[in-house]
């Protein structure tokens, strides 16, 4: 170190009063202090300020005094508040009165004694040590500023990142029950199916040893007839030859045919579906390991094919509307509404011609109607599936819908529902879903829906409108609620918050689907078919009556998983895409959130809706009074029992 | 009532007015979003399809109502009770509606209001027999006003 250079400097830095005596003090010593201390080297000074008693600490004697004619002379101030409050920022002290012990003060009941440990009178050079504590008066305030924020950053930082790996914990979690959900529905649905074909092979077989038994007992009457049994009848007496020898039907025969009609395929459905949806409920307390369904129940897969009409289904820019196809009625339309089995009023008075009705327009007795509704959409009218067990609210619901020039399709459940999307035979643009319904209830039809579509808008439309039912609701992935009974005004207004993209003069008036939200198309593309399988199940291919009982038809691989897809992690690709950015970039991990599902611990009103509902707050206070409804607890485990006749077919499908 | 569609064309938006016969077991507004979907106001062959498809249904639904109450299967009951309300409520017949409301929950071992838990199964049963028999009065009273309102011919 250059003593005189820094002399130097520290005489520049400081006043003239610094003199080359002060050359130990450098750069850093604050000027204050060695001013200070100069003051208290001049003799002149004494009576008014000096080195207190042993040196060890100084004495403002006249405070007064040392305020109006030391103070100015030294300083730039005449102001002993602010001389005190320097020495304070260099961690002088006063020293109190009361730590001496009976004299108010030894130097006068108006003095002021600081102290520095190492401000002495005897230890010019320890004033260095002082500027280590307080280089500068405003240095110090500003690291603490630095340092404190620093260290709150980093612990929210930490904190941050803990709560990052905990959601996506949760969501991996989420993510794996999820597909586990859907897995497990897929096989239920097989099961389902495979019961139901055994029912109908059961009851074939049933009816074939019926008459062979009646064929039997036509033997025994006739047979003392001396009519001696003919060798043919004989030959098949084997099949029911434990029967008694009465005219009744042989009572094993009996017994099967009671055990068959207790164990309807029906009831068996709906235990093991509302199962299901209390385990839905539970997923949470569940702790399955993450590869565990992809392991024990995704046999390998062998149905390519279906990928292929999957993935040329969902390609969404190929499926917007025929060309030309300006009026919002698609054929498929009216050629699915006259499959539904509505039942036609009894009474023979009503034109049955459901025709007309499916065109709006070309209809001059429209014009009230028309009156009514301008004409809303643009170029593209958007395609509404219309998902309703009720054949009524569906047949209202539809026809609403035509009075607004949308395309509607209908189904008649949940399962109906994801097939109807799964096999892209129309590509929706909105779903309006009930919640209660046979074969699979709304919610997990979202929940499957939301698999392979997360983008397309879900209303919800139920007479279950409690705040915890519209929870759920937006929970798992549904995106605005339609209260029961809807109104014409409610569902219009459903509609253009949903369809915005459609609506006359809308910006992109052009494209089919939705406009997604970033990042969510590249998603589409690769994403595995979870639903397929129920397409397949659903064609009717699923049942193996070869198969051995003890081979269960929804292991042997008849479905696959969709995590047996190559180039997918074992967990299908949710957790994949999810693990992906949120690696990388810790941050915008909620943002860009794509999967509806995900958002589960998100309010609801983030939950898969990009376009936003800033709305559907509101949309649950217009509920007027809603009616209070089934616990929650039943109601989602509540599945219709055996649906009426008419729509049993639903589930064939 | 040669006039009421007529009514109904000039007083749109009062509710209620074009149907005056319809009493008040049936909510207006819901029932006439309905009627105005019909594309011809004589025929009136649309919400008569519905209407005549919900009596079927009711219909329909009383019996399995009948056999559920008699097998004591409340979840059924239940079930179906909700199955109907939804039917009515979109017909908005206010009163078989709030009936078959309560169905439901009673069918759920819960009270009127489906808020607070029934354990006592024979309770609930024999709550929703009684409600049974005032949800067919109900019914019959809607029917009755329902079938008059659609065989009145339609003059014009």
């Keep these: 170190?250059?003593?005189?250079?820094?002399?130097?400097?520290?005489?520049?830095?400081?006043?003239?009063?610094?003199?080359?005596?002060?050359?130990?003090?450098?750069?850093?010593?604050?000027?204050?202090?060695?001013?200070?201390?100069?003051?208290?080297?001049?003799?002149?000074?004494?009576?008014?300020?000096?080195?207190?008693e042993g040196g060890?600490?100084?004495?403002?004697?006249?405070?007064?005094?040392?305020?109006?004619?030391?103070?100015?002379?030294h300083f730039k101030h005449s102001n002993f508040a602010s001389f005190v409050r320097q020495l304070n920022?260099?961690?002088?002290?006063?020293?109190?009165?009361?730590?001496?012990d009976n004299a108010p003060s030894q130097y006068g009941p108006n003095a002021w004694e600081f102290k520095h440990p190492e401000f002495q009178a005897n230890k010019k050079d320890s004033l260095d040590n002082i500027r280590r504590k307080a280089p500068a008066p405003r240095k110090p305030a500003q690291a603490i500023d630095d340092q404190y924020p620093a260290q709150q950053i980093d612990l929210i930082n930490s904190q941050l990142m803990a709560t990052q790996q905990q959601l996506q914990h949760l969501?991996?979690?989420?993510?794996?029950?999820?597909?586990?959900?859907?897995?497990?529905?897929?096989?239920?649905?097989?099961?389902?199916?495979?019961?139901?074909?055994?029912?109908?092979?059961?009851?074939?077989?049933?009816?074939?040893?019926?008459?062979?038994?009646?064929?039997?007992?036509?033997?025994?009457?006739?047979?003392?007839?001396?009519?001696?049994?003919?060798?043919?009848?004989?030959?098949?007496?084997?099949l029911s030859n434990d029967g008694p020898v009465d005219d009744h039907p042989a009572s094993p025969l009996q017994q099967a045919s009671e055990l068959l009609g207790e164990i309807s395929v029906d009831s068996l459905q709906n235990k093991e579906l509302e199962q299901l949806s209390a385990d839905l409920q539970f997923r949470n307390d569940y702790s399955t390991p993450p590869n565990d369904h992809s392991a024990t129940m995704a046999p390998p897969s062998e149905t390519s094919s279906t990928h292929i009409g999957y993935s040329a289904g969902n390609d969404l820019d190929s499926m917007v509307y025929p060309v030309g196809h300006t009026n919002g009625i698609d054929p498929i339309n009216s050629e699915h509404i006259n499959n539904i089995p509505y039942a036609l009023p009894p009474h023979g008075m009503i034109p049955v011609n459901p025709m007309p009705e499916m065109v709006p327009e070309g209809n001059a007795n429209l014009g009230r109607k028309k009156g009514l509704m301008e004409p809303i959409w643009g170029m593209n009218k958007p395609r509404v599936l219309l998902v309703e067990d009720d054949k009524m609210c569906a047949k209202i619901g539809s026809k609403f819908l035509q009075a607004f020039e949308c395309g509607v399709e209908t189904a008649r459940d949940g399962l109906e529902a994801v097939n109807k999307i799964n096999n892209g035979a129309g590509q929706y643009d909105l779903i309006l879903m009930d919640i209660i319904m046979p074969n699979l209830d709304g919610v997990s039809a979202t929940v499957c829906i939301r698999e392979f579509r997360p983008d397309i808008p879900i209303v919800a439309m139920t007479s279950n409108i409690r705040t915890d039912d519209i929870d759920m609701y937006f929970r798992y992935g549904m995106n605005d609620v339609l209260p029961k009974p809807f109104t014409k005004e409610g569902m219009l207004k459903s509609l253009q918050k949903h369809l915005a993209s459609f609506l006359k003069g809308a910006q992109f008036p052009n494209s089919a689907p939705m406009p997604h939200p970033g990042g969510f198309a590249p998603q589409n593309a690769p994403h595995p078919p979870l639903g397929l399988n129920m397409a397949q199940l659903s064609a009717g291919q699923s049942l193996k009556d070869e198969t051995s009982p003890g081979k269960s038809p929804a292991t042997a691989g008849s479905w696959h998983s969709p995590n047996q897809i190559p180039g997918h992690s074992p967990v299908g690709h949710p957790p994949g895409y999810m693990q992906a950015p949120m690696r990388d970039n810790p941050y915008p991990m909620t943002p860009t959130h794509p999967h509806p599902q995900h958002g589960y611990q998100l309010p609801p009103n983030q939950i898969g809706q990009p376009r936003g509902t800033p709305q559907h707050r509101r949309v649950m206070s217009d509920m007027s009074g809603g009616p209070s409804e089934e616990h929650p607890d039943v109601k989602r485990q509540r599945m219709f029992p055996p649906p009426p006749p008419g729509s049993q077919g639903g589930f064939q499908q | 009532m040669p006039s009421r569609h007529e009514e109904e064309r000039s007083e749109e938006g009062s509710v209620g007015d074009g149907l005056p016969d319809l009493g008040d077991s049936i909510d207006a507004l819901t029932f006439e979003q309905i009627l105005e979907m019909d594309d011809d106001e004589d025929e009136r062959e649309f919400s008569k399809s519905i209407v005549f498809g919900f009596f079927e249904q009711a219909e329909e639904t009383f019996v399995k109502m009948d056999k559920a109450l008699e097998d004591r299967d409340l979840a059924e009951l239940s079930s179906l009770g909700h199955f109907l309300k939804g039917s009515s409520a979109t017909l908005g017949l206010t009163k078989v509606k709030e009936s078959c409301e309560k169905i439901q929950h009673y069918g759920q071992q819960k009270d009127e209001a489906g808020t607070t838990d029934e354990p006592d199964e024979d309770l609930c049963l024999s709550r929703i027999k009684a409600i049974l028999v005032v949800v067919k009065e109900e019914y019959a009273e809607v029917e009755k006003v329902l079938k008059k309102f659609y065989a009145t011919p339609a003059a014009s």
């Design chain 1, 56 to 73: 060890e600490s100084f004495v403002v004697l006249e405070n007064e005094k040392f305020t109006k004619s030391i103070l100015p002379k």
């Design chain 1, 1 to 52: 170190m250059d003593k005189g250079d820094m002399a130097g400097s520290a005489a520049n830095n400081s006043s003239d009063f610094v003199s080359s005596s002060w050359s130990r003090s450098s750069l850093f010593t604050a000027p204050h202090l060695i001013i200070t201390r100069r003051m208290l080297e001049d003799p002149s000074y004494d009576a008014i300020v000096r080195w207190g």
């Design chain 1, 171 to 238: 969501s991996e979690r989420y993510q794996d029950l999820a597909q586990g959900h859907v897995v497990l529905l897929q096989q239920v649905v097989q099961l389902q199916k495979f019961v139901k074909n055994h029912d109908g092979v059961m009851h074939r077989v049933m009816g074939f040893l019926h008459s062979v038994d009646a064929q039997r007992r036509n033997s025994r009457i006739e047979g003392p007839f001396g009519n001696n049994a003919a060798p043919g009848i004989g030959s098949r007496e084997p």
């Design chain 1, 89 to 100: 920022k260099y961690d002088f002290h006063k020293v109190r009165q009361n730590n001496e």
